[in-house]
């Protein structure tokens, strides 16, 4: 005789996903209602938990991610009960959910937090590997120890970070723009970091704190079914932090970087073999190719017709919403990218079912100097903002939209550096109907602000330039500053004493 099903427990708030978006949005909704029980589901044994969260400006925020056990986070939220498994279905109908533990839930108001997964670019391979959570950049270091060459295809911020922190090893690096680093900056701000690729890095690493991981040795065997799927929150900067990414070969930085290309094909090294091709060395002098005699485990063809030897490919080509789990038997509205759509209130098209972070695709009137990226701070709000929306909702109570959703925000760091993108930084979706300003010094920092009709809609700022506040301001308040011409960056006049 089959074990009877437990009985449903009766409607709660139901949070799906341990990620940042998720543990912000049960934490919110904890407070907001203290003598109700919070259902936490999620597929990893750790959960992604906000620290030293700093507001340095009226949008920017900084803040540490901490992966704790889940247990920290009920001790911390004594209402907040954790459920360790993954979503077996979702029935929107009867407004409740399946677990893979067999048991089911039913909930009053949910809210879909269940991340993304990296895009691999060949399935299944065993020398390909995507690096998006703590488990694969573990992984990762591990085959790096062995590694005298790898090739890393893809251009954001995870790709930017390994080319600069990989030692002793050659790299080939593969992308599909003019440019390094597309997602964050344009060719002159990639420029400036470049030549922080070629000059020597720093003995001593500069210490940064952000993350620290602790999964390793816990829930080892409880894993490996998840590492399969590809679960597990995304990492964000400071990620390598605490890795230590050595290759074999004793050099500092060797990288060869082929711009506008993509993979064509990867074959394995009898493939290869049988099929007599030949590969490149490692282009030492840009004039002579010569061919390669080593044998490598795998080989990658380049759009560009060039062949390369490798011991492991790095698929670093950006992340998929992870909406799978939900679909079957649901008519959810999904964005272009694949995502959940919601409203300005984080509600999906199912009555009840908000979303919120990487799974979900923003599809209300944006601001016109906000635009969705799949990063950590967005996570953060859009947790934060979908379980005001859902208190608000079952209170019967009307509520405003976020500000932080007035002005894209983000500040983070590459290669020691830090950075703070504003608005439309690449002047997305702006057309040619636009100029930049620009004000750069080698080494130290590189300013630039994108100008529409005598207005700033965008900035870069790379380095400790001290413009965030001010250039926020001048942004959100559309000034035009048509008059002040190019003296808006000269160095010795003090901006903020005009715009106080």
């Known amino acids: 005789m089959e074990a009877a099903r437990p009985p449903p427990t009766a409607g709660k708030f139901v949070v799906v996903g341990g990620g940042i978006a998720g543990v912000t949005c049960a ?3 904890a407070t907001h209602f203290p003598s109700e029980d919070i259902l936490l589901v999620t597929a990893s044994p750790v959960i992604k938990a906000v620290t030293n969260f700093k507001q340095i400006s009226k949008v920017l925020e900084e803040f540490d991610v901490e992966e704790q056990s889940s247990t920290m986070l ?9 459920i360790e498994s993954g979503v077996k279905q979702l029935k929107s109908e009867e407004h409740c959910i399946l677990t893979e533990d067999g048991n089911q839930h039913v909930y009053k108001k949910l809210c879909l937090c269940a991340g ?4 691999l670019i060949c399935e299944g391979n065993p020398y390909v590997l995507g690096i998006r959570d703590t488990d694969s950049a573990q992984e990762f270091q591990k085959q790096l120890t062995k590694a005298k060459r790898i090739m890393i295809i893809g251009n954001g911020g995870i790709a930017l970070e390994l080319v600069y922190e990989i030692e002793g090893c050659e790299v080939i690096w593969a992308i599909k723009d003019k440019a390094i680093g597309n997602t964050f900056f344009d060719a002159g701000a990639a420029e400036f970091l470049t030549s922080k690729l070629i000059a020597e890095k720093p003995a001593a690493k500069i210490a940064q704190k952000r993350t620290r991981y602790t999964t390793e040795g816990r829930k080892k065997e409880a894993r490996s079914k998840s590492k399969a799927d590809n679960i597990g929150s995304a990492l964000g900067p400071d990620w390598h932090e605490g890795l230590n990414l050595k290759g074999t070969k004793e050099f500092s930085h060797k990288i060869h970087l082929e711009t506008m290309c993509e993979v064509k094909k990867i074959y394995l090294q009898d493939e290869f073999r049988i099929l007599k091709k030949k590969s490149f060395t490692f282009p030492r002098d840009p004039k002579s190719v010569t061919t390669d005699t080593e044998m490598w485990p795998v080989y990658v063809e380049l759009t560009n017709e060039k062949i390369y030897g490798c011991d492991f490919i790095v698929s670093a080509t950006g992340v998929t919403p992870n909406v799978e789990p939900f679909l079957h038997g649901n008519s959810f509205d999904l964005g272009e990218d ?5 409203d300005d209130h984080m509600h999906t098209s199912l009555p009840d079912v908000y979303a919120a972070g990487d799974i979900c695709t923003t599809s209300w009137q944006l601001s016109p100097v906000w635009q969705q990226m799949r990063l950590w701070t967005q996570a953060r709000q859009m947790g934060w903002y979908a379980a005001k929306c859902m208190a608000a909702a079952s209170s019967g109570d009307s509520i405003d939209m976020d500000f932080s ?3 894209f925000a983000h500040v983070t760091k590459f290669f ?3 950075v703070v993108l504003l608005g439309k930084y690449n002047a997305q ?3 040619s109907d636009h100029e930049l300003m620009l004000r750069c010094t080698k080494g130290q920092e590189y300013v630039k602000v994108v100008m529409q009709n005598g207005r700033m809609m965008g900035a870069v700022l790379i380095g400790e330039t001290d413009l965030e506040e001010t250039f926020e301001n001048l942004i959100l308040n559309q000034m035009d500053l048509s008059s002040y011409g190019e003296d808006l960056l000269d160095p010795n006049i003090d901006i903020e004493d005009y715009f106080d």
């Open 416 to 418: 020691n550096y830090k």
């Open 74 to 82: 009920e001790k911390r939220f004594p209402n907040i009960k954790v």
């Open 27 to 29: 934490e919110q909704l």
């Open 116 to 119: 993304a997964k990296p895009k």
């Open 405 to 407: 959703f007035e002005l």
């Open 338 to 342: 694949g995502g959940l759509k919601v």
């Open 429 to 431: 979706g702006l057309g």
